[in-house]
């Protein structure tokens, strides 16, 4: 099995015959709970229950399909396998791998992933909240700056333990954008591109990276507003299933997986046992990250 890279990854044995730099290494020896494979997939599923632009899911089944990158098939949350199209390169099927595959892989384990990024505090985790271009990956690596260990930017899979939510650490590695990178005081030029053609750069962090379950402490949704400063806003439990469910990562998928009342009843359970503070910011400024850093913290020290 040469040819096969042992990696961790949320939690997670992969033996993989597609290289994933971006993953953890791994013993060859440990047992595997995913593997990632080379082959023929399918361009339709039979008994297909939901179909996007670029997916289609079944009970136990997720396609993914991009017609110059190529094509995913994830089954029950055991096996990925892809084809990729002619011209693709491996950076682009990492991107999609490391996204829409994964998170739909995740949903099928039974895990709730949400689009947001985490980081570690005195033993537990804090995650940030949003829509894309929001600022989560810009905030968490504020935080590593600050001393602070990563443990998954974009997509944050929480699992439930003995009734608790947890976050599983994913993988270490950032993605941010050349603003970003500027309020960071970061250079573009010592990171690569995640694919070609695209200005976000990846960006390590093995160095600043948790590689443990820790307990969801505070979940914190980014949004902008017409307020001048930062306006932290705490937010009912009965009112804070609404945001989690829109913030699920692809939660586009979870009818056809048929793991839609599974993630319902984890979302009930984290509304009910984790804080939602809003963050809230003026739309027509860039983010402040000493303000947004200063206002977080002030939070958790409360």
Not at 206 to 229: G, N, S, T
Request: charged share 25%.
């Amino acid at each position: 099995m040469s040819d096969t890279y042992f990696y961790k990854a949320f939690g997670l044995i992969i033996a993989s015959e597609l290289e994933v730099p971006e993953f953890i290494n791994a013993d060859r020896n440990n047992a595997v709970d995913v593997t990632i494979r080379l082959g023929l997939v399918p361009k339709t599923l039979d008994g297909g229950k939901r179909k996007g632009v670029c997916f289609e899911t079944a009970p136990g089944k997720f396609l993914f399909f991009l017609e110059e990158v190529g094509r995913f098939l994830a089954v029950d949350g055991k096996r990925i396998i892809y084809e990729a199209a002619d011209g693709a390169n491996e950076d682009d099927l990492r991107v999609f791998l490391l996204g829409s595959v994964i998170g739909a892989l995740l949903q099928q384990r039974g895990l709730f992933p949400i689009h947001a990024s985490a980081v570690e505090h005195n033993g537990a985790a804090i995650a940030f909240m949003g829509p894309s271009g929001i600022g989560k990956s810009t905030t968490a690596a504020a935080f590593l700056q600050k001393g602070y260990r990563m443990l998954t930017d974009d997509v944050c899979a929480i699992q439930l333990v003995d009734g608790k939510p947890f976050v599983v650490p994913g993988y270490p590695q950032g993605k941010l954008w050349l603003d970003s990178m500027a309020s960071l005081e970061m250079e573009p030029e010592l990171y690569r591109p995640i694919r070609n053609k695209v200005t976000k750069r990846a960006v390590p962090m093995r160095e600043r990276f948790c590689d443990e379950l820790r307990p969801l402490k505070r979940i914190y949704q980014l949004m902008v507003a017409h307020e001048d400063v930062y306006l932290k806003e705490a937010v009912a439990i009965a009112d804070a299933f609404l945001p989690l469910r829109r913030n699920s990562y692809r939660g586009q998928f979870l009818e056809g997986l048929a793991v839609a009342g599974e993630h319902f009843l984890t979302i009930a359970t984290i509304a009910n046992q984790v804080p939602l503070v809003r963050l809230k910011r003026n739309k027509d400024s860039g983010i402040d990250l000493t303000a947004l850093v200063e206002a977080i913290e002030e939070d958790l020290a409360g």
